[in-house]
């Protein structure tokens, strides 16, 4: 089966006693065909995504790694979670074994739930026009990279496939979702954000800034964290080691697809509507080496 939208084609994997219902630019969506209507299963590919395009090239192993990553961080979040199953024997088809969770449906939130510590990316594009970031005025004199005082909650809308997600204020998001649930959006984003922070510091890794997405359990109404959770394709992470405001951080992420696709050497245009070409092998290795890292320096554990 294949899935085509725009900028976007990829065959989808039959996993028998699976229905596939969505792709998005990383992850396949999966129902029971005939097990609990309240369960999904999610599946991360090796696909990966610049600039609005998902790329011919695959990054070996990402979706591993993104998956057993975000399980981990759900082990340490005391924040209720959408997991349900992660190995064969509690119902993962062994074809996805390692890279897929089984997981409980959720009405998700038509928010973006950004946490940011640190001042970068379009957070510093705003600072720059306005002094502020979503609305939420910040001191003078930051610059690329800077500590904030504390932590702040910058939401974004959800976008269309292939488009860019929308900053947004948080007066935006109570009127999207009431007052109470974005106060409780609001409230968890940030907690997760300063107990992640606290670990990925303890672990020499600067936890710059992360997106998270919640949704409600019908079964028992309760705000529940879903999708991905604090990796490299969903966070920016730092070496607290070489970080140094007034200048852009490397990142444990795509930072070298971004720099390649940028370069001379690679020939595209981003503004040309063209798709970007295939990804040189030692980029690819490059990558794939540096979501290892962030996957072994986070958790302590080996990846294999």
């Known amino acids: 089966m294949s899935i085509d939208k725009p900028g976007f084609s990829t ?19 999966y129902e029971p065909v005939d097990g609990p209507a309240d369960q999904v299963l999610v599946v991360a590919s090796d696909r990966i995504s610049a600039y609005d395009h998902v790329l ?23 924040v209720p979670n959408h997991v349900v199953a992660s190995t064969v024997d509690d119902g993962v088809p062994a074809e ?9 449906r959720l009405e998700m939130y038509p928010v973006e739930c950004i946490a940011r510590g640190y001042l970068t990316g379009s957070g510093l594009a705003e600072y ?9 005025p910040l001191p003078e004199g930051l610059v690329d990279g800077s500590r904030l005082p504390e932590a ?41 954000y300063r107990e992640a ?37 969903s966070s920016r992470f730092w070496d607290a080691a070489t970080w140094e405001p007034g200048r852009a951080q490397p990142s444990f992420d795509k930072q070298f697809v971004r720099d ?4 001379a050497e690679s020939g595209w245009d981003r503004t040309s509507g063209q798709e ?29």
């Not at 997600?165 to 979702?177: C, F, H, K, L, W």
């Not at 409780?184 to 997760?192: A, F, N």
């Open 197 to 233: 922070e606290r670990i990925a510091r303890e672990r020499g890794i600067i936890l710059a800034d992360t997106k998270v997405e919640f949704g409600v359990d019908p079964t028992t109404g309760y705000i529940t964290l879903g999708d991905e959770v604090l990796t490299p394709d």
């Open 260 to 263: 390649w696709l940028t370069s």
């Open 152 to 192: 702040v909650f910058t939401p974004s809308a959800k976008a269309e496939f292939g488009e860019h997600d929308v900053n947004i204020t948080y007066e935006d998001v109570t009127g999207m979702v009431g007052d109470e649930a974005a106060a409780q959006l609001r409230d968890l984003t940030l907690e997760i």
């Open 128 to 136: 720059r026009e306005s002094g502020t970031v979503c609305a939420i």
């Open 56 to 78: 011919a090239s695959t990054i070996p192993d990402k979706g591993r790694i993104l998956t057993q990553l975000s399980l981990w961080w759900f082990e340490q979040l005391n």
């Open 11 to 29: 065959e989808v994997l039959e996993l028998p006693g699976w229905r596939h219902i969505y792709s998005g630019k990383v992850r396949d969506l």
């Open 96 to 104: 996805v074994a390692g890279r897929a969770m089984v997981c409980r």
């Open 276 to 304: 970007p070409p295939a990804l040189p092998e030692e980029v690819v290795k490059r990558t794939r080496d540096r979501y290892v890292e962030a996957y072994e320096r986070l958790t302590g554990r080996t990846f294999s």
